[in-house]
């Protein structure tokens, strides 16, 4: 299996937001805010060639959202789903299926553009499947007032009346060395894709924990819509990555593409961060 780091898009968001009760005075030793108190966050998905499949692991935002709507997020620098894909010598028409960890608008938006008549939607990947579980499809179609503006219409309707979509209901194997996890703080049905890669496990971590800094039990984001069961979940995962030396790649940490983990006096936290380049190399 050949794996590639592919960026959507860079952004940035207000950073208290994403520590959640953790004081600026100290999540800041793990990344620099700006004058308004914004860090830089990427859209980092996965690409998985078996030879057979081309799977895509997540979107981005895409850019079919309104002027107004961008300027809250603050996008910079050129990259995009497309440039990034070829890249690596890929197509969108090449991708055989897409895994959309949830239906948040920064990991599901990119699946769908408008047509050039401006109000058409078109899905991106047009010969792809399209996976999400069941449980996530449920929230987004009924969601919390918490999670309500996350959610748009024109970003899953498009997917669902396509006949592309399908819905995972359950922890199991995807294909021969993919499995998928899921976990419920975040958001209800969180897909949590797990790589075998050469002898090691490589865990693409989504929103579950979005960057090296929030490692930290307690580093958990305020968007998430249960924040003890986060701690609960992230602390089994944490546990065992370590014991079973798993690989963590990152989808919005800007400055670290992956890491492995130690026990510290502290907890658990990042041993060595890398690129997935230098993982696929062996040299971690």
Not at 117 to 139: E, H, I, M, R
Not at 149 to 166: I, R, V
Not at 244 to 259: G, I
Request: glycine residues 8%.
């Amino acid at each position: 299996m050949k794996l590639f780091s592919v960026i959507a898009e860079n952004f940035k968001m207000d950073g208290g937001a994403c520590f959640g009760v953790v004081p600026k005075t100290i999540w800041e030793k793990f990344v620099q805010a700006d004058e308004k108190n914004m860090i830089p966050l990427a859209s980092r998905c996965l690409l998985a060639d078996t030879g057979k499949r081309r799977i895509l692991v997540d979107v981005g935002m895409g850019d079919k959202q309104s002027e107004k709507f961008f300027s809250y997020y603050h996008l910079f620098g050129n990259d995009s789903l497309e440039k990034s894909l070829a890249i690596h010598g890929y197509r969108p028409e090449q991708i055989t299926d897409v895994i959309i960890t949830h239906l948040h608008f920064d990991h599901v938006g990119g699946a769908v553009k408008w047509a050039e008549d401006g109000k058409t939607p078109v899905l991106v990947f047009p010969n792809a499947t399209y996976y999400c579980s069941k449980k996530q499809w449920d929230t987004a179609m009924q969601p919390n007032p918490r999670e309500k503006a996350s959610y748009f219409e024109e970003n899953l309707l498009p997917l669902y009346n396509s006949g592309h979509l399908e819905f995972i209901h359950e922890e199991g194997s995807f294909c021969e060395g993919i499995y998928l996890e899921i976990k419920n703080g975040h958001t209800e049905g969180q897909l949590v894709p797990v790589f075998d890669h050469n002898g090691r496990k490589l865990v693409f971590m989504a929103d579950f924990i979005a960057s090296v800094g929030n490692i930290p039990l307690a580093y958990i984001p305020s968007f998430d819509i249960d924040p003890v069961l986060s701690m609960k979940e992230k602390e089994e995962f944490l546990n065992r990555a370590v014991e079973e030396q798993y690989v963590l790649f990152f989808e919005h940490d800007y400055d670290n593409e992956c890491c492995t983990l130690t026990k510290t006096p502290k907890g658990i936290r990042a041993k060595d961060t890398f690129t997935l380049e230098a993982f696929k190399a062996g040299r971690f």
